[in-house]
Nanobody, 114 residues
Framework: QVQLVESGGGLVQAGGSLRLSCVASRTIFSVNTMGWYRQAPGKQRELVAIFTHGSNTNYAASVKGRFTISRDNGKNTMYLQMNSLKPEDTAVYFC????????WGQGTQVTVSS
């Protein structure tokens, strides 16, 4: 079993920044696929940013240039730096990591006010 715990969400005004963290209970050194997703009320969960093949990154078009995904293998932690936040970024943000299967965190709420 692997536990993923997200933190760093909150309420921020449009144009502001937040940094989300996702701490894993096992080493992420050998995890090639891990990323951030979000789900807004009434909408399906969508990919925000992801590591593939270890260090390759991909971003949703809606966040490219504003969000940055990073990881610190020594701390078993993945981050999502979110800048220039918009009201449409409001959602519950989840992290996911692929070990023997995909594991998910419980989510952290991000609310961006206009």
């Amino acid at each position: 079993q692997v536990q993923l715990v997200e933190s760093g969400g909150g309420l921020v005004q449009a144009g502001g920044s937040l940094r989300l963290s996702c701490v894993a209970s096992r080493t992420i050194f050998s995890v090639n696929t891990m990323g951030w997703y979000r789900q807004a009320p009434g909408k399906q969960r969508e990919l925000v940013a992801i590591f593939t093949h270890g260090s390759n990154t991909n971003y949703a078009a809606s966040v490219k240039g504003r969000f940055t995904i990073s990881r610190d293998n020594g701390k078993n932690t993945m981050y999502l730096q979110m800048n220039s936040l918009k009201p449409e970024d409001t959602a519950v943000y989840f992290c996911s990591a692929r070990y023997d299967r995909d594991y998910w965190g419980q989510g952290t709420q991000v609310t961006v006010s206009s």
